[in-house]
């Protein structure tokens, strides 16, 4: 099958991100934990994951981390794993928790990227160094890696603008970003906002509450309402979670119109290959999994980063944090085999179910 899919170097990331900063700028080598001793193989990694909304955390993320600990540790390392629910306040004592537990490295990906800066402190006071993972984290992080977010949100527009075609300003669109807690979900926001503003109409804009599919349900049902069934031409929907809300919405109101989503969830894909959502952002978690676990071990075991952190990143309190930043791809129907099925994330047989078999035909998809 014809690859169909664009893939968008990290390097590009580095340079609109970085703001240029660099481990002098950050007082010091931040490669390095202050505090942190050289270390062998028996260490403890803390892992926090944020929710269990999204089906990414426990099916991708954490048994990729734990097995690139593993890996690195020569089977010796320990990952302490908690996943907060969504919970700030509920993630902060669990750092707590982590540091009365004297784990060795923290791998946080935070709930809300402000409100985690005092425990991120109170874990560098204690000597623990901290990998931001996912979402770049305030307070004295050590390292981060995640997605060209930016770059996630320009991928969703233009997927959006080529769906529409002529049809762009017909009508009026709703945008359905992510929660505003998350640092991520307004970089999607402005990256898609960047391609799309004054080429689309936008009816009505929601920040969604904690990504849920529940809340994007009801905020469409309301956009819908105040805009009208027959002028919504189309919906920017930040994660896939959200467009399945979404399109419940749509359906329900007998609307049929190109929906974006993120993450290639399952259903996501399965909805891609039936045709009720029009793309995905693709965004392969083993590479990003692998180096947070690399520079965690690293980090807990005393050594540098530089041969894992190639680009540098500013955060809204740390200059110049060591980073690994992860290409991603437009997925669409034309290129699932080539993409999801090819890198191992589903086969062919957990997509194409019978509900789904004979569409999966039509796209050759079998």
Not at 100 to 107: A, P, R
């Amino acid at each position: 099958m014809r690859r169909a899919a664009f893939a968008v170097a990290a390097g590009a990331m580095a340079v609109s991100l970085a703001a240029c900063g660099s481990a002098k700028e950050s007082g010091g080598d931040s490669s390095k934990s202050a505090g942190s001793e050289k270390k062998g193989d028996a260490i403890k990694v803390g892992l926090l994951l944020p929710e269990n909304q999204t089906a990414r955390y426990e099916k991708f993320d954490r048994p990729l981390i734990e097995k690139k600990v593993a890996e690195l540790t020569n089977n010796k390392g320990k990952v302490v794993y908690a996943n907060a629910k969504q919970d700030a306040t509920l993630q902060s004592q669990q750092v707590e928790t982590m540091i009365t537990n004297k784990v060795d490295v923290l791998i946080v990906d935070a709930v809300d990227a402000a409100a985690i800066k005092n425990s991120v402190q109170k874990a560098k006071d204690a000597g623990i160094p901290v990998v931001a993972y996912d979402r770049l984290a305030q307070g004295p992080i050590d390292a981060y890696t995640s997605f060209d977010n930016v770059t996630v949100g320009k991928t969703q527009g233009e997927a959006l603008l080529k769906a529409l075609g002529d049809k762009a300003k017909s009508g009026k669109i709703v945008m359905m970003n992510g929660s505003s807690t998350d640092p991520n979900a307004k970089q999607f926001k402005d990256g898609a906002h960047s391609v799309l503003d004054g080429k689309v109409n936008i009816g009505k804009e929601y920040d969604t509450k904690e990504w849920k599919p529940e809340n994007a349900n009801s905020n469409m049902e309301g956009a819908i309402s105040s805009i009208g069934k027959k002028n919504v031409v189309g919906v920017y929907s930040a994660n896939d979670g959200m467009a399945g809300g979404i399109i419940t919405a749509l359906k329900a109101a007998g609307i049929s119109v190109p929906v974006t989503g993120q993450d290639a969830e399952l259903a996501g894909v399965q909805r891609i290959v039936s045709g009720e959502q029009y793309m995905s952002v693709y965004k392969p978690y083993a590479p990003e999994a692998d180096a947070a676990a690399e520079m965690a071990v690293a980090l807990a075991q005393g050594k540098s980063l530089d041969s894992i952190a190639k680009d540098k990143v500013d955060s809204p309190t740390t200059k110049g944090v060591p980073s690994v930043l992860v290409e991603v791809t437009s997925l669409t129907k034309d290129n699932i085999q080539d993409t999801v099925v090819k890198d191992g994330v589903y086969t062919v047989a957990e997509i194409c179910t019978a509900q789904y078999k004979a569409a999966c035909d039509k796209i050759g998809l079998k």
